[in-house]
């Protein structure tokens, strides 16, 4: 498979899943679990499955109802499907497996909603060994299609992408925004302590970037939630692009919140003092208004794809990063496809001040005139 440095996922990388389908100790884990939970379930009530719902109910439904329930257009799950069904189609223990299309809604319902396998097996009719090994697959093809839909602008995209940033919040230079999140999940089995973010929550975090158009451009996705902002950007491949200037070309750069270090290649606001002057304020206001798209492009992927929105639960932690960049390559997917969906007004994610972060690199200088300058020429939109 073709290495992708727009694709970050630690501690594992993308390259290593083609193992998905082979009994790992991770799979037997939670076969156990969807075995256990299945006997529980038989002591008590019966709950009976839904007949017939990917082959009578789900035909039947309009355009709008089907991306109700599964957060796309039919059409732009046809276009994914022919993408990825090559893909779902081998067989498993000599047996075939469910239809491709069985497996992609399976998995975007799990996407989608905070439900269990439990839900899933009621409402597809599958059983929940079957429903893991599904979403999986699913997961698996729709990484491998990263390369393709996240992609690092470059040529005429860039130029495009500046002029779009200018019209968005009037700063010039702009190839990308950049912001963190972070995906809450239940305590992991070791070291929980580390996953614990400033807001009391245990999760990993993420870093994106995106364009004017709320494409991500870069996803970077592993790191406990205890780590700050800064140094999950240092550990990040966009920090080794700084020095490539084909990643910048013509004096760009992205644009970031005050958690980040200043440089010729990301812009920062200035610190608010109490003594900023009406420039500086308004330097300020016009990099907040271009960097809103980020904020709305995360607000959208979660709440698209609402399993990221509150409490992932996933048998293995490592294989959340994988889950995070199926969605973000949906999200991308969909917005190429012009199939909207409202976006979620998230609470501030910050999780830790926003002091700024003081860079060890040499062209500080160079940046700070480089801000100063970009200061001293914006058109004056803060009063």
């Not at 970050?8 to 993308?14: G, V």
């Not at 470059?154 to 919040?169: D, L, M, P, T, Y």
């Not at 809450?184 to 009391?200: C, L, Q």
């Not at 294989?319 to 969909?334: G, S």
């Amino acid at each position: 498979m073709e290495h992708n440095n727009n694709i970050l996922m630690i501690p594992i990388l993308i390259a290593s899943m083609d193992v998905f389908d082979i009994p790992s100790e991770d799979d037997i884990d939670d076969f156990i679990y969807a075995s256990c939970t299945a006997n529980i379930k038989r002591k008590q009530k019966h709950i009976p499955k839904i007949e017939g719902y990917v082959e009578i109910i789900v035909p039947l439904l309009n355009a709008m109802e089907f991306k109700s329930h599964f957060r796309m257009l039919p059409e732009t799950f046809e276009f994914i499907l022919s993408q990825i069904a090559d893909r779902l189609q081998r067989t498993a223990n000599g047996n075939e497996m469910i239809s491709p299309q069985k497996q992609f809604l399976i998995a975007l319902w799990r996407m989608a909603t905070p439900d269990s396998y439990r839900s899933i097996h009621t409402r597809f009719g599958v059983g929940k060994a079957t429903a893991i090994r599904a979403v999986r697959r699913v997961t698996q093809a729709l990484c491998e299609l990263a390369s393709i839909f996240i992609q690092w602008p470059a040529g005429e995209r860039i130029a495009e992408i500046k002029q779009g940033f200018s019209h968005v919040g009037a700063f010039p230079g702009v190839i990308g925004a950049i912001d963190g999140t972070h995906i809450n999940i239940p305590a992991p089995k070791k070291n929980p302590e580390a996953y614990i973010n400033r807001k009391g929550h245990y999760s990993i975090q993420a870093q994106v970037v995106c364009d004017h158009m709320r494409l991500f451009t870069h996803v970077y996705v592993g790191n406990v939630g205890s780590v700050h902002d800064a140094r999950v950007f240092r550990l990040s491949t966009v920090q080794d692009y700084m020095t490539d200037p084909s990643k910048f070309p013509n004096d760009s750069h992205l644009i970031g919140d005050a958690a980040y270090p200043l440089s010729k290649q990301l812009m920062v606001p200035y610190t608010d003092n109490g003594h900023l002057t009406q420039r500086q304020k308004n330097y300020n206001f016009c990099l907040s208004s271009s960097r809103m798209v980020i904020e709305r492009a995360i607000g959208l992927l979660k709440g698209r794809w609402r399993s990221l929105l509150h409490y992932l639960a996933m048998g293995s932690v490592e294989r959340i990063p994988y889950h995070f960049v199926a969605c973000c390559v949906l999200h991308n997917i969909c917005l190429m496809k012009n199939d909207e969906m409202e976006a979620m007004i998230l609470d501030n994610e910050v999780m830790f001040p926003e002091l700024q972060v003081r860079n060890v690199e040499q062209n500080r200088g160079e940046a700070e005139a480089k801000r100063n300058f970009i200061c001293a020429t914006l058109r004056m939109r803060h009063v």
